[in-house]
């Protein structure tokens, strides 16, 4: 090219200039592509959240690798190395726990690789291993919950609560803010605290257990998502109770079919978990790329549906 150019007068090498120009700017770009690891497909709040990165992927023509991680980290890890040997242009993770993502997160980096955490935190000694956090503040959701039934418990004190996957920065937070919250309410009474590992099934043997332990003492069932609470509806009523009236139940996510299960009077409040986190995803990944800056952390703003709200939220509940 250079030695084109001695021989040619200014004004062809303008022009010629500008035609490359015009072809390089006419050419394709080529999509972006981004390696997502999910935790699994263990409640319908994951499953709604699956869909939206998906389908918003597939909008914006992004290359989305997707893994599921069947609820082991391990299989979240190798997923993540896996994208970084293809050399995709970012990383997307739904942590399944919050502990040991140190040295993969390292090698993130160390390949230029951005990492937006989504939904569940990390706990890491060094916050640049990854680029950004989108989620929820579980906290809030189960400092709500609390303070909620601190209003509307109606002279009910025995408390059993089920909790979600253990080690997970969700089931860590949500049962810490309900704690924090009960000390400050001695009246309550926490009966009993096990596992159902968000998932419905478990939710439902966990709650027949837990009935035949302490049968009508429990007032309350604290839950810390609606999957489980949905299954322990079922193990209520084969007891022969009423959930929402012999039980009263506060859960959180507000899936459609929680909202429903208020509106009908089964369930006494759900808090809010927006799972639609694609949009937001990939205006932050594709911000990053640009080189732009992003925030470190951001939250979704959730709200709480219990008998005041939750027949008009129904229709327009997308998941």
């Given at each position: 090219?250079?030695?084109l150019?001695?021989?040619?007068?200014?004004?062809?090498?303008?022009?010629?200039?500008?035609?490359?120009?015009?072809?390089?700017?006419?050419?394709?770009?080529?999509?972006?592509?981004?390696?997502?690891?999910?935790?699994?497909a263990?409640?319908?709040?994951?499953?709604?959240?699956?869909k939206?990165?998906?389908?918003?992927?597939?909008?914006?023509?992004?290359?989305?690798?997707?893994?599921?991680g069947?609820s082991k980290?391990e299989?979240?890890?190798?997923?993540?190395?896996?994208?970084?040997?293809q050399?995709?242009?970012?990383?997307?993770?739904?942590?399944?726990?919050?502990t040991?993502?140190?040295p993969?997160?390292?090698?993130?980096?160390?390949?230029?690789?951005?990492?937006?955490?989504?939904?569940?935190?990390?706990?890491v000694?060094?916050?640049?291993?990854?680029?950004?956090?989108?989620?929820?503040?579980?906290?809030?959701?189960?400092?709500?919950?609390?303070?909620?039934l601190?209003?509307?418990?109606?002279?009910?004190?025995?408390?059993v609560?089920?909790?979600?996957?253990?080690?997970?920065?969700?089931?860590n937070?949500?049962?810490?803010?309900?704690?924090?919250?009960l000390?400050?309410?001695?009246?309550?009474?926490?009966?009993?605290?096990?596992?159902?590992?968000?998932?419905?099934?478990?939710?439902k043997?966990?709650?027949?257990?837990?009935?035949?332990?302490?049968?009508?003492?429990?007032?309350?069932?604290?839950?810390?998502?609606?999957?489980?609470?949905?299954?322990?509806?079922?193990?209520?009523?084969?007891?022969?109770?009423?959930?929402?009236?012999?039980?009263?139940?506060?859960?959180?996510d507000?899936?459609?079919?929680?909202?429903?299960?208020?509106?009908?009077?089964?369930?006494n409040?759900?808090?809010?978990c927006?799972?639609?986190f694609?949009?937001?995803?990939?205006?932050t990944?594709?911000?990053?790329l640009?080189?732009?800056t992003?925030?470190?952390?951001?939250?979704?703003k959730d709200?709480?549906?219990d008998?005041?709200n939750?027949?008009?939220a129904?229709?327009?509940?997308?998941?």
């Amino acid at each position: 090219m250079k030695n084109l150019l001695k021989f040619l007068p200014v004004a062809a090498i303008v022009a010629l200039t500008g035609l490359l120009s015009l072809r390089a700017a006419d050419a394709p770009k080529k999509p972006i592509t981004v390696g997502f690891a999910q935790t699994g497909a263990e409640s319908a709040w994951r499953t709604a959240n699956t869909k939206s990165l998906k389908d918003e992927a597939a909008q914006r023509g992004i290359n989305l690798k997707f893994s599921d991680g069947q609820s082991k980290q391990e299989n979240q890890l190798a997923a993540v190395r896996s994208f970084i040997a293809q050399r995709v242009d970012a990383i997307v993770i739904a942590p399944i726990v919050e502990t040991g993502w140190e040295p993969v997160l390292a090698d993130a980096k160390k390949a230029k690789i951005p990492v937006v955490i989504m939904d569940r935190k990390v706990k890491v000694a060094d916050d640049s291993l990854f680029t950004a956090f989108i989620g929820s503040d579980f906290y809030e959701e189960g400092r709500m919950a609390v303070e909620w039934l601190a209003k509307n418990a109606g002279g009910r004190v025995n408390i059993v609560e089920l909790q979600g996957e253990p080690g997970s920065a969700a089931a860590n937070d949500r049962k810490k803010a309900f704690a924090d919250g009960l000390a400050k309410h001695p009246e309550f009474k926490m009966l009993d605290s096990q596992t159902g590992n968000f998932r419905r099934a478990e939710g439902k043997t966990v709650m027949e257990a837990l009935l035949k332990k302490h049968g009508k003492n429990i007032q309350i069932l604290y839950a810390h998502n609606d999957d489980m609470a949905l299954g322990a509806i079922q193990a209520i009523e084969e007891a022969g109770l009423k959930p929402g009236k012999d039980i009263l139940i506060v859960t959180i996510d507000a899936i459609k079919e929680a909202v429903q299960a208020v509106a009908a009077g089964k369930i006494n409040c759900t808090v809010e978990c927006n799972p639609l986190f694609g949009p937001k995803i990939y205006d932050t990944v594709e911000k990053i790329l640009k080189g732009e800056t992003v925030p470190k952390f951001s939250s979704n703003k959730d709200e709480l549906f219990d008998s005041t709200n939750a027949t008009a939220a129904v229709p327009t509940r997308q998941y």
